[in-house]
RNA sequence: GCGCUCGUAGCUCAGUGGAUAGAGCGCAGCCCUGCGAAGGCUGAGGUCGUGAGUUCAAGUCUCACCGAGCGCACCA
């Protein structure tokens, strides 16, 4: 990236200013290039000789200038500047920036990638939700948030897979089962409760139909007994099919999907406990199995076994953190848990600790939860209450391409406030339809094109030097330098931000740079300059596909 | 009470310690006899919660306070 050969080249310049004794020898921080906000400050700039002055004993600006003297002003930079209080800036020649619409074309959908990851196997499990209930809203922004990030990971060289962990071994699965199967008996006009505690939710009912017609009356037993355990094990599986659809409404598909039960039946979660003994991380005391994070730093210890002789949900997590590292043996996990998780995190990383496994291996992201309102009104998330806005429904009503947009376009850290009212409301004057109609109007242009029989292959894009041109192609040359810094900070928020650039830069040429000549045959542009822009036209569709693709949106070539 | 996160334009949100704080929506105007007006242009709108501190430089880092969300189980 051009990024880094403009560090380099401060580097070089500064090591060239040391050894002629321009500049003292002291020790040079770590080169940061930054992009100036203002045009008119080039392209590229850097802080560098204000950070010296004081080691160096020197003004700012009289660095700035010695390094400067030492940058060639050739290839790729066309002007480097000083400017007060001590930056250099420095601005990339057009010719270059019109040389890179061919290598765009030419990496097609690969242009974007970056190689950071280096193939490290890396695992990101998202969501996650309690085979309960449907997917819900607020599930929604861990969904985009989760995906978004894999698929930047994978832009970045990662080797990528999308988990879901199915939470089939806990105490709510088994008050969900109680539930069906009170609803399961009522279909046979049984007088039956629902659980304390249980699931209220219409959508239960429709899974006991299901149940129905599938089992018959084979799964009743004698009345006041509980539930089969048939019913829990079916009444999950309906219950994933159900959410696989959810899933499917807005695109994301799991690699795989883990049974928390399989840590039990495989063995795995023995094989975890008895390493822990073995390390020294487990006491028993009050007739339970603690685990002794408190010689860790963790403020107190926690149960593992109740005395009751159960797991608690944290062994079998213990146990499937082990399976991710130890038995399946990724470099990297990424678990994505919602804002209610967060007291969860300190505990899971001394436990993948007291496992011999790095805890920097393991990377938790909290999300903020959701604030869903109607208008000023605010609407209770809650599966017990039987409230719940389904994300399904929210996709029927948006799209699922606004509905990822919005979710994804937010920092985790940012409490999020969600008004289903507005989203759709705003769906046409959505930004999301801005960033689509920008890529079918290039569409169109390119297909009127093809239609008029204009072969731009051998364009030449020397021909570009308006500025909106060569706006546009800054623009597209920023998708790399963003790949790398998200896969970094693992935060994908920026990416609708810049897709929204794109699309302005974008209509911005189109309106002032005419591309294809009025009339069939005649008319400005002239035919060199038409082939010119048909390139960076195209450039700009694969820079917009695949910001789009990166989000898991579609890239439409008509609206 | 303790911990985590947040507080930036009317609303929803961006803003890798750097140069004059931005976008979308909303609001007030203007622009199609030409490649898609789902577009373009102009304007109004800000004590960056408050107060101290660190720094050459603070919306950004530290501390305190105020306000909001979420945690603090032998639930998951």
């Not at 890179?100 to 959908?109: F, N, R, T, V, Y």
């Not at 985009?144 to 060289?157: C, I, Q, Y």
């Not at 169109?444 to 060569?470: C, F």
Request: negative net charge; charged residues 25%; aromatic residues 8%.
């Amino acid at each position: 990236m051009i990024k880094d050969d403009i560090a380099d080249l401060i580097a070089g310049a500064v090591k060239r200013a040391q050894d002629a004794g321009d500049l003292p020898p002291v020790p040079i921080p770590d080169t940061p290039v930054e992009r100036p906000q203002r045009p008119e400050h080039g392209d590229y700039a850097t802080s560098l000789p204000m950070r010296l002055a004081r080691s160096a004993r020197m003004s700012p600006l009289d660095i700035a200038g010695t390094i400067a003297k030492q940058i060639p002003v050739h290839g790729p930079i066309e002007e480097v500047a000083v400017a007060p209080p001590g930056f250099i800036n420095f601005r990339l020649s057009r010719q270059w920036l019109a040389s890179q619409i061919d290598a765009i074309i030419s990496e097609g959908l690969a242009f974007g990638n970056v190689a950071i990851g280096k193939g490290q196997k890396l695992q990101v499990e998202f969501v996650s939700a309690n085979p309960v209930g449907p997917i819900h809203v607020g599930n929604g922004r861990g969904l985009a948030l989760g995906d978004t990030l894999s698929r930047v990971l994978e832009a970045a060289g990662y080797e990528v897979q999308r988990e879901y962990l199915v939470n089939d071994a806990g105490t709510q699965t088994q008050v969900f089962a109680e539930t069906l199967y009170a609803r399961y008996q009522q279909l046979f006009g049984r007088e039956a409760d629902i659980p304390q505690g249980g699931y209220p939710g219409e959508y239960v009912i429709e899974i006991a139909e299901a149940l129905k017609r599938a089992y018959g009356d084979s799964l009743l037993r004698p009345p006041g007994d509980s539930a089969p355990p048939e019913v829990h094990d079916v009444g999950i599986e309906l219950m994933l099919a159900d959410i696989r659809k959810d899933l499917e409404a807005i695109g994301v598909h799991y690699d795989n999907w883990f049974s928390e039960r399989s840590v039990y039946s495989t063995g795995v979660y023995e094989k975890t406990m008895a390493l822990l003994r073995e390390r020294g991380f487990v006491s028993e005391r009050e007739g339970a199995v603690w685990f002794v994070s408190s010689s860790i730093g963790e403020e107190k210890d926690n149960v593992l076994v109740r005395s009751t002789g159960a797991p608690t949900y944290f062994a079998s997590d213990i146990a499937y953190h082990y399976d991710k590292f130890v038995l399946r043996g990724f470099d990297r996990v990424i678990n994505v848990w919602g804002a209610d998780h967060q007291g969860h995190v300190p505990r899971m990383k001394a436990a993948v600790g007291a496992l011999g496994v790095d805890p920097e291996r393991l990377t938790i992201i909290i999300y903020q939860l959701v604030t869903l309102k109607r208008g000023a009104e605010l609407v209770k998330l809650s599966k017990r209450a039987g409230d719940i806005v389904t994300l399904r429904e929210l996709v029927e009503e948006v799209g699922a391409d606004a509905a990822r947009y919005n979710f994804v376009g937010r920092a985790a850290d940012s409490h999020m406030d969600f008004d289903i009212e507005l989203a759709k409301a705003q769906s046409s004057e959505n930004p999301v339809y801005y960033v689509k109609y920008a890529h079918a109007r290039i569409v169109g242009i390119l297909n009127q094109a093809a239609e008029r029989g204009i072969d731009y292959a051998g364009g030449d894009v020397s021909l570009l030097s308006e500025d909106a041109e060569l706006a546009l192609i800054r623009k597209m040359l920023r998708l790399p330098e963003l790949v790398e810094s998200m896969a970094e900070s693992l935060e994908p928020h920026q990416l609708p931000y810049y897709a929204m650039e794109m699309a302005t830069a974008f209509h911005d040429f189109y309106e002032k740079c005419r591309v294809l000549p009025a009339s069939d045959t005649t008319g400005p542009p002239d035919p060199g300059v038409t082939k010119a822009r048909l390139k960076l036209v195209s450039a700009a569709k694969v820079v917009l596909a695949r910001a789009l693709d990166l989000m898991g949106m579609s890239a439409p070539d008509r609206m």
